[in-house]
């Protein structure tokens, strides 16, 4: 926290329309979180984002942070986060089809969480129809939510009308244990979570 972003609880989840549906789904959404901080003029700037997919095209991927990777996950997940920025800014309506819920923790709590998102060895579209105990952007993006606002002793509920396939599979989500417990050490250290 500091003095142009007082409150530090500027990270949310976003809901994206899926380019690639499945037949068995209406409207269904891929999940990823942004952290912001407020500038001295009141705007929010994006510092963060988590975004996960498959590791390339193969169906036999890992579930991993794809974020900077340039992948079509990113590339929309950057552009859906600037829509949703500019939306905060009051520089534009509500992107269409777009959900947004905040995670009730501090902005640098999410950031520790995200960066010890491991994934999953096994990508499954959804979670639950397959075999296996695999995992979805849905999957991770909710669990990082969870967790973060966990944390912070408090809930995180993804938006109400969200559709989240592979959501309910937080639980088959690996983080890096180790490096969750220094970070959050160190930003209690500071006094920035």
Do not use: W
Not at 54 to 70: E, F, M, Q
Not at 138 to 160: D, E, K, M, Q, Y
């Amino acid at each position: 926290m500091n003095n142009t972003d007082p409150t530090g609880l500027d990270s949310f989840f976003i809901g994206r329309p899926l380019s690639q549906v499945p037949s068995n789904l209406k409207n269904p959404q891929h999940g990823f979180v942004i952290v912001t901080s407020v500038g001295e003029d009141g705007r929010h700037q994006i510092t963060d984002r988590f975004s996960f997919g498959p590791a390339g095209d193969s169906i036999d991927a890992p579930l991993i942070n794809v974020t900077r990777t340039g992948d079509d996950t990113d590339r929309a997940d950057a552009g859906y986060a600037g829509d949703f920025v500019s939306f905060l800014n009051g520089d534009s309506g509500s992107p269409e089809r777009l959900t947004s819920s905040q995670i009730n923790a501090p902005d640098a709590l999410t950031r520790a969480v995200g960066n010890a998102v491991i994934g999953n060895p096994d990508y499954e579209t959804v979670p639950g129809l397959q075999p296996g105990r695999g995992a979805n952007s849905n999957s991770a993006a909710v669990g990082l939510a969870r967790i973060a606002a966990g944390l912070a002793g408090n809930t995180f509920s993804p938006p109400s009308n969200s559709v989240l396939p592979g959501a309910e599979a937080v639980s088959n989500l690996q983080i890096n244990r180790e490096q969750l417990v220094n970070d959050v050490e160190a930003c209690r250290a500071d006094g920035s979570c």
